[in-house]
């Protein structure tokens, strides 16, 4: 149950981070491995037969809390709270 709750917030991440390319390029650019952050959000939605865990925990141990930093200081700049 967690690791499909924690791979559900991936997932949401990185569609959301996708969306951000769409609609405000310039901005995404400002994340760093913006296209890996989605084509892992493609391996856990598409390919979630093949889905290493000990990736998933590397993750969120290694690079969301600079994610979250990063996207939170993005927010603040255009009003938003996180």
Do not use: C
Not at 5 to 10: G, H, K, M, S, T
Not at 12 to 17: D, F, N, V
Not at 70 to 77: C, K, M, P, T
């Amino acid at each position: 149950m967690l690791r499909s709750a924690v791979e559900r917030q991936f997932e949401i991440i990185g569609e959301a981070l996708n969306q951000l390319a769409k609609i405000a390029p310039s901005m995404s650019q400002r994340v760093p491995d913006v296209r890996q952050i989605i084509a892992f959000r493609n391996v856990l939605i598409h390919g979630y037969a093949v889905i290493d865990h000990r990736t998933v925990w590397r993750s969120i141990q290694d690079e969301l809390p600079a994610l979250r930093d990063l996207l939170a200081r993005l927010l603040s700049e255009l009003g938003e709270t996180p």
